[in-house]
C-alpha cells in the first residue's frame, strides 16, 4: 500500500454523514459509500444524487475528475466528478471527500464511483497528474484513456519554472504556442526542442518529465480520443468548472453542503434556459446549405452555432483532389494564403465517410470544415447519420442511453427476436412517457393500448389456427413439431443417430431462445429502474425549487 497524503475529518464532518443519510432515507437513488463503513474516523466519503446518475447515463462518455482543492488551498478536500451535458455546460457524476491519497484510496474511490454509475466505463477521463491517480485508473478503468489536465500541467510549470518566468516574461506565451498551436506531432517535438534551446533548458528535470509524460496530455496526443470539448486550444483544457464561486479556499465544511446545493440549482437553471433558448428561438442561417438548417434542427443551440462556424469556414477552404484510389479518394484542404497548414481529409464515396488528419470529430464529436469542405465538393447536401453524436443533440435525453462511441451492431435480419423485442420495447416506453403527461392523454393511451391487446390477441389466434394440432393414425393429437420429433419403432441405427442429432439441435436452439428470454426479463427490470430514476430526480428538483 502506497502512503500518500492524508487528512482530518474535523469538526463538521458529522454533518455531511447525516446530510447523506437524510438524503438517501429520502431517495433509495441517492448514492453514498464511506471507505471501510467506518464513519468515526477521517475515511474516505463518496456520494451521487439521482440527477447526477441519471446524467451519466446520458453524457458519461467523458469525465473529469476535479481535485482542484489542491490548488486553490481549500480547508476542505472536496472533489468531484463532472462531465459534459448537451448544451456543452459542466454536470455532476459525483462528489468525495478525500481525506486519505494513496493508490488504494483512488482504487475504492474509482470502484465505488463506478459501481454508482452501473459499471459504464466512460470513454476517457481527465484528471490531476498524480501517480496515485495513474496507477488507479489503469487498474480501475482499463480501456479509459486517461489525460492529465492541462490547465494543471501550465499551472505547475509556473510554479517550478518560477524564476525563469521572472526574467523571461516571453517564455510562458512561447510554451503555450508550443502546446496548443501545433497540429502534427512532428511540428510539436521539434517546437519543443527549439524552445528548450532557446532558454538554455535542455537539463531541465520538469521539462523532461512532462515530455516523456506527452502522451497523456500533449492536445496532439490526444485527438483521436473523444473528450467533448468544442475548442482544443483552450488553456484551461480539463479543469471543471461546476464549483468556481461556489466552492474555494474559505469554505468551511460546516457550509459545504449549502454551496453544493446552490451549484447544482444554478446549474440545473443554466440547462433549463439552455433548453428553452434551443427549442423557444429559431437560429439565424447564414447560408442556404440544406445541412446548416439540418443543423439547425438537430443540435442545440450552443453546438449549432459551433458547427456553424466550421461550415461557413468552408468558403475559404477550398478542397484539392490529390489522389484516387478507387471508392477512397484524398483531398488537400487549406485556407486560402495558409498552404502550409494544409490539412488531409480522406473520403469514402461508397461508406460516405471521411476521416480527417485534424481529427476534430473523433476529439469534439463536431464534424471539422475540411471534412465539410470535401463534402461541398461532392455535393453531399446533408449530415450523414454518422457524424451527428445524439449526446449534441435536442433530443440527447429522450429514450435510453445511447454508447456512441462503441462499433454498432448490425441487424441481420427483422425475424431475430431480439430486434422484434428491442424495438417495441422502445415504442411503449415512448408511449408510456406521453401517456402519463396528463389525465386526457392518459386516458386516450390506455384506450389505444386495450385496442392494440384485441389486435394481438387475434393475430395471436389466427397463427395458432394456421399451426393447429395434427391428427395421429391411433386417433390421439401431436402438436405441431411432434411427429417429426417421434423416434418410430423399427429405425435404423442410422435413422436414430439422426433422430437424436434433430432433438439435440431443437434442444439447442430452445435452450438459446430461454436466453432471449431470459435477457429481455433483465432489459425490462433496468428500464424500470430507469423510470424509477427519472421519476426521483424529478422529485429532488422540485425540492430544490421549493428550497430556494
Not at 466519503?45 to 469525465?63: E, I, P, Q
Not at 479509459?144 to 506565451?173: D, G, M
Not at 431443437?506 to 430507469?530: F, G, H, P, Q, W
Amino acid at each position: 500500500m502506497n502512503t500518500g497524503r492524508q487528512r482530518t475529518l474535523g469538526v463538521g464532518g458529522q454533518n455531511v454523514l447525516d446530510y447523506l443519510k437524510r438524503m438517501q432515507a429520502e431517495n433509495s437513488n441517492f448514492y453514498y459509500a464511506i471507505q471501510g463503513d467506518n464513519e468515526h474516523s477521517a475515511a474516505n466519503v463518496f456520494w451521487a444524487d439521482a440527477a447526477s446518475r441519471l446524467n451519466y447515463t446520458y453524457f458519461g462518455d467523458t469525465v473529469t475528475f476535479d481535485t482542484s482543492y489542491r490548488a486553490n488551498q481549500c480547508s476542505i478536500p472536496f472533489a468531484a466528478f463532472t462531465g459534459l451535458n448537451h448544451h456543452g455546460e459542466p454536470v455532476l457524476f459525483g462528489c468525495a471527500l478525500l481525506f486519505n491519497e494513496s493508490e488504494t484510496d483512488y482504487i475504492w474511490l474509482l470502484q465505488t464511483w463506478l459501481h454508482a454509475m452501473s459499471g459504464r466505463l466512460p470513454v476517457s477521463i481527465t484528471t490531476e497528474p498524480d501517480r496515485f491517480m495513474q496507477m488507479a485508473a489503469a487498474q480501475v478503468l482499463p480501456g479509459t484513456r486517461h489525460r492529465y489536465c492541462k490547465w494543471s500541467i501550465f499551472r505547475e510549470t509556473r510554479e517550478n519554472l518560477a524564476p525563469l518566468y521572472q526574467s523571461y516574461p516571453t517564455f510562458e506565451t512561447e510554451f503555450m504556442k508550443c502546446i496548443n498551436e501545433t497540429e502534427t506531432v512532428d511540428e510539436f517535438e521539434s517546437r519543443w526542442e527549439s524552445l528548450l534551446g532557446q532558454y538554455y533548458l535542455m537539463d531541465n528535470e520538469w521539462l523532461q518529465s512532462m515530455f516523456n509524460a506527452r502522451h497523456q496530455w500533449v492536445p496532439v496526443h490526444m485527438r483521436d480520443t473523444f473528450f467533448g470539448e468544442l475548442s482544443m486550444t483552450d488553456g484551461n483544457v480539463g479543469k471543471s468548472l461546476y464549483f468556481d464561486g461556489f466552492i474555494d479556499a474559505t469554505t468551511t465544511i460546516q457550509v459545504l453542503i449549502k454551496q453544493y446545493e446552490k451549484a447544482i440549482a444554478h446549474w440545473h437553471e443554466k440547462e433549463s434556459k439552455a433548453d428553452d433558448d434551443t427549442t423557444n428561438s429559431t437560429p439565424l442561417l447564414k447560408t442556404p446549405s440544406p445541412m446548416e438548417k439540418q443543423a439547425a434542427n438537430l443540435y442545440t443551440r450552443r453546438i449549432f452555432m459551433k458547427f456553424q462556424e466550421e461550415l461557413v469556414e468552408t468558403l475559404a477552404n477550398p478542397a484539392t483532389q490529390i489522389e484516387d484510389s478507387g471508392s477512397v479518394i484524398t483531398y488537400r484542404v487549406a485556407k486560402f494564403g495558409e498552404d502550409h497548414k494544409a490539412h488531409f481529409v480522406k473520403f469514402d464515396t461508397v461508406e460516405m465517410q471521411a476521416s480527417c488528419s485534424c481529427q476534430m470529430f473523433e476529439f469534439s464529436g463536431i464534424i471539422c470544415r475540411h471534412i465539410l469542405a470535401v463534402f461541398r465538393a461532392k455535393n453531399v447536401l446533408t449530415l450523414p447519420s454518422q457524424y451527428v453524436l445524439k449526446r449534441w443533440t435536442k433530443n440527447a435525453k429522450s429514450g435510453g442511453m445511447m454508447d456512441e462511441h462503441s462499433p454498432e451492431v448490425p441487424i441481420n435480419s427483422r425475424e431475430s427476436i431480439n430486434f422484434r423485442y428491442n424495438n417495441l420495447r422502445q415504442e411503449a416506453i415512448k408511449f408510456v412517457e406521453e401517456g402519463a403527461k396528463s389525465i386526457h392523454v392518459y386516458n386516450v393511451a390506455m384506450d389505444a393500448l386495450r385496442e392494440a391487446g384485441k389486435k394481438v390477441a387475434a393475430a395471436k389466434n389466427q397463427g395458432a389456427e394456421a399451426t393447429q394440432d395434427i391428427p395421429m393414425a391411433n386417433g390421439g393429437n401431436l402438436a405441431h413439431g411432434g411427429r417429426e420429433n417421434q423416434v418410430a419403432p423399427g429405425q435404423s441405427a442410422e435413422e436414430k443417430a439422426k433422430k437424436i442429432r434433430e432433438l439435440t439441435a431443437e434442444l439447442e436452439s430452445t435452450n438459446k431462445k430461454c436466453e432471449v428470454y431470459r435477457a429481455n426479463l433483465l432489459s425490462i427490470l433496468k428500464d424500470m429502474e430507469d423510470q424509477k430514476l427519472k421519476l426521483s430526480v424529478k422529485v429532488q428538483n422540485a425540492r430544490l425549487s421549493m428550497r430556494e
